[in-house]
């Protein structure tokens, strides 16, 4: 765990000075960028193929999960499920766990590749031969359907991003994901991607999860260069990313308990806000995150803050 008395001691700019060169930087990843980047937290592909067809909310396809499909509950077996910060905040919730403790009873932490970040995997469980959820239970029913993680709701949609060159926001699509096991896709039901991300309540899970997906997305076209402005991410940043994005309660005693807030401007009624508010904390766990590795204007430093690195930064360099 990072050290929490020193709240700026990651990656990342703190000076003016630096700018030209992470603007160059910058211009270069957009350069060297992938058109399209596919976020492949739903679930493993491994023997199942994805249709490369990119749908619009209004595209329409057949599919419906229930019990009385043949292949009910076999996609709660051997899944891979990445666990979004909007899960985490559900299931503690669901389960009356504090964060630290749902992760040890239920997350391992793996790196997600195309990224090179670290984020919480599903654990199924030990003793299930074809690795059972580990909220599937005996009578194969889901134990928290009403909370189940994004990757859950989602399927058997696939959540994708493409971006323009040059263009400064992405845009998301979805595409559809065929299993040899699902035979919901055999059932007679027609809907609209639309109507289906709705029925599934998907967009309160996007909404929380949109910065940290938008972090996740721009390390992967970075990863080209070698990491953002041509540097490996270090270790302690690496941790506090998966703090940030998995552990509320210490993510609220960093911002609280360390100089963090003597350092970034966060105005009174935010900080209220941020005491009790757990999805407004982690709006500004991912914006300072964006702040760290890709110097993007997200979080400002405090105006004596400022002038101080920047002092410090002239004296280092011959007091030019």
């Not at 239920?106 to 199924?124: M, S």
């Not at 109507?195 to 309160?204: N, S, T, W």
């Not at 909404?207 to 972090?215: K, L």
């Not at 552990?247 to 911002?255: N, S």
Request: proline share 5%; with cysteine; glycine share 6%.
């Amino acid at each position: 765990m990072p050290d929490p008395k020193d709240p700026d001691d990651f990656d990342g700019p703190t000076t003016p000075e630096e700018d030209e060169h992470h603007a160059r930087a910058e211009a270069a990843r957009r350069e060297a960028e992938l058109e399209l980047e596919i976020f492949d937290g739903i679930r493993s592909q491994d023997g199942g193929p994805v249709l490369p067809v990119r749908l619009k909310p209004a595209d329409m396809f057949c599919f419906s999960c229930h019990r009385g499909v043949a292949c009910w509950n076999e996609c709660c077996h051997g899944a891979d499920i990445t666990l979004t910060p909007a899960d985490i905040l559900r299931l503690t919730r669901r389960l009356d766990m504090r964060p630290a403790e749902f992760l040890a009873a239920h997350a391992v932490p793996r790196d997600w590749d195309q990224a090179g970040l670290p984020v919480a995997k599903l654990r199924t469980k030990e003793d299930s031969p074809r690795r059972a959820c580990v909220f599937l239970d005996e009578d194969d029913a889901c134990t928290v359907y009403s909370d189940r993680p994004a990757t859950c709701r989602y399927y058997p949609l696939g959540l994708g991003a493409f971006k323009v060159k040059d263009a400064e926001e992405q845009v998301d699509f979805h595409f559809l994901v065929k299993e040899a096991h699902c035979k919901g896709h055999d059932e007679s039901k027609l809907q609209s991607v639309a109507e289906f991300r709705r029925d599934q309540q998907v967009e309160e899970y996007d909404a929380i999860n949109r910065g940290w997906m938008d972090i996740l997305m721009k390390m992967a076209s970075w990863r080209s260069l070698g990491g953002p402005y041509g540097k490996e991410v270090s270790d302690q940043t690496k941790r506090m990313f998966y703090m940030v994005s998995t552990d509320i309660d210490a993510l609220r005693r960093f911002v609280f308990e360390s100089r963090f807030l003597e350092t970034y401007m966060v105005d009174e009624k935010s900080v209220e806000e941020l005491r009790v508010h757990d999805e407004a904390l982690l709006q500004l766990g991912f914006d300072w995150m964006k702040n760290v590795l890709f110097n993007e204007p997200t979080i400002s430093l405090r105006e004596d803050v400022l002038r101080q690195a920047i002092a410090a930064r002239r004296e280092e360099m011959g007091g030019a």
